[in-house]
């Protein structure tokens, strides 16, 4: 194992970013408040740049129905407050979300 520290801190993002709210998820099954913040924050933005993205299999989702899923999603895969967090950020900033995926996309 390396002893390098710098990354440390973003483990638990990654390593439990698929846990769902509702405990369903993986590695641990952690369930609500038991999964680190940031990782329920990055499950709902992964799950948007994955469904938002084009795909060798299909072309970006619409963004009506990245919505709905995340909406339908909400309690059970996402964290509400979050989610609600989200929604709110994409309704009013939509235009900064898409700059930000154009300046960093790889294709």
Request: glycine share 6%.
């Given at each position: ?11 638990p ?6 846990e ?31 469904m ?20 339908r ?6 964290d ?18 898409i ?9």
């Amino acid at each position: 194992m390396s002893g390098a520290t710098i990354f440390k801190d973003m483990i638990p993002i990654v390593k439990h970013h698929h846990e769902r709210y509702d405990g369903n998820g993986y590695p641990g099954k952690f369930k609500g408040e038991d999964i680190p913040y940031l990782a329920r924050i990055a499950a709902i933005a992964d799950a948007f740049d994955a469904m938002t993205s084009r795909r060798s299999y299909r072309d970006p989702l619409t963004l009506d129905f990245v919505k709905e899923e995340i909406s339908r999603c909400k309690g059970t895969q996402f964290d509400p407050k979050l989610t609600d967090v989200f929604m709110d950020i994409i309704d009013n900033n939509y235009d900064e979300i898409i700059a930000i995926q154009k300046k960093y996309k790889t294709e």
